[in-house]
C-alpha cells in the first residue's frame, strides 16, 4: 500500500509538471492529494488505518480545496462556508465513530461544525494562514490554534464518553484531543511552507520530485518479489 502510495502521488505531481503546473488543470487535485497524504500518514501513525483513511483524506481534502480557493484570489460566501463546516461534520462524526462511542462522536461531528464557523470569526481559519505571496516564517499563534482546538476535542470528548459510561473517558479524551491538536498544528505550521514552495520551485522541480517518488514507490512495491526471488 505505500509503495502504490507513492507511485501515486508522485504520478499526480509528474503529470501535475506536464500538464502546466499551477496554472495546469491538476493544480486543484494536486493541493487535495498533498495535505490528505500529510493527514493520512500522521493519523495512521496515531490512530488507526481506518480513522485514517476517513479523518485524514477527508479533512485533507477539505483543507486543500480551501487553499486552492484562497490562492485564486476568491473568497467564500455563507453558503460555501456552511458546506464547509457540514463536510467537516461528517468527516469528524464519521471518523470518530471508529475509536470513540457513538454519543461522542455525534457531538464531535455537531463540534466539527461549530468550530468550522467559529474559525472564521476568530479570524483563524485558513485563509488567515495563507502565504504564498512571500517567504513564510514560524508563528507561534499556528501552534496556539492546535493547542485552543486539542482542547476543544478532548472537552467534548470527555462529554460524550462520560455520558456513554466509558470508565477511563478522561484518558480517551486526553488522547483524542492530544492527537487531533498536534496534527492541526502540524498542518498549520507546515501549510504556508509547502504553498510558498510550490508557487516558487522551479518549472521542473515538481516533476523531478513527481519522477522520484514513482521510482521509490516501484521499488517498495517489487522488494517482497525480489526477497522471495533472491531467497532471502
Not at 487535485?29 to 493520512?40: E, G, W
Request: proline residues 3%; contains cysteine; charged residues 10%.
Amino acid at each position: 500500500m505505500i509503495g502504490m502510495t507513492f507511485d501515486s502521488i508522485g504520478g499526480l505531481y509528474l503529470a501535475y509538471d506536464l500538464l502546466g503546473g499551477e496554472k495546469g488543470p491538476l493544480s486543484k487535485l494536486t493541493r487535495l492529494a498533498t495535505y490528505s497524504l500529510l493527514a493520512f500518514s500522521f493519523y495512521a501513525f496515531t490512530f488507526n488505518l481506518k480513522f485514517a483513511l476517513i479523518c485524514g483524506i477527508g479533512m485533507g481534502s477539505i483543507f486543500g480545496m480551501q487553499l486552492h480557493v484562497i490562492g485564486a484570489g476568491k473568497n467564500f460566501d455563507k453558503k460555501s462556508l456552511l458546506l464547509i463546516g457540514l463536510s467537516r461534520m461528517l468527516v469528524m462524526g464519521f471518523a470518530a465513530s471508529t475509536v470513540l462511542s457513538q454519543t461522542a462522536a455525534l457531538i464531535l461531528g455537531i463540534g466539527a461544525f461549530c468550530g468550522s464557523l467559529a474559525a472564521v470569526k476568530l479570524k483563524v481559519s485558513p485563509e488567515y494562514w495563507y502565504e504564498a505571496t512571500y517567504k513564510p516564517v514560524f508563528r507561534p499563534k499556528r501552534l496556539a490554534i492546535g493547542f485552543l482546538l486539542g482542547s476543544f476535542i478532548a472537552l467534548l470528548t470527555w462529554i460524550g464518553e462520560t455520558i456513554s459510561g466509558t470508565t477511563n473517558a478522561l484518558s480517551v479524551a486526553l488522547r483524542m484531543g492530544f492527537v487531533i491538536g498536534i496534527g492541526t498544528a502540524l498542518i498549520a505550521c507546515i501549510s504556508p511552507f509547502v504553498e510558498w514552495y510550490a508557487d516558487n520551485l522551479p518549472p521542473k522541480r515538481m516533476g523531478y520530485i513527481g519522477a522520484i517518488m514513482f521510482l521509490v514507490g516501484f521499488v517498495i512495491q517489487a522488494l517482497p518479489s525480489l526477497i522471495v526471488l533472491l531467497g532471502l
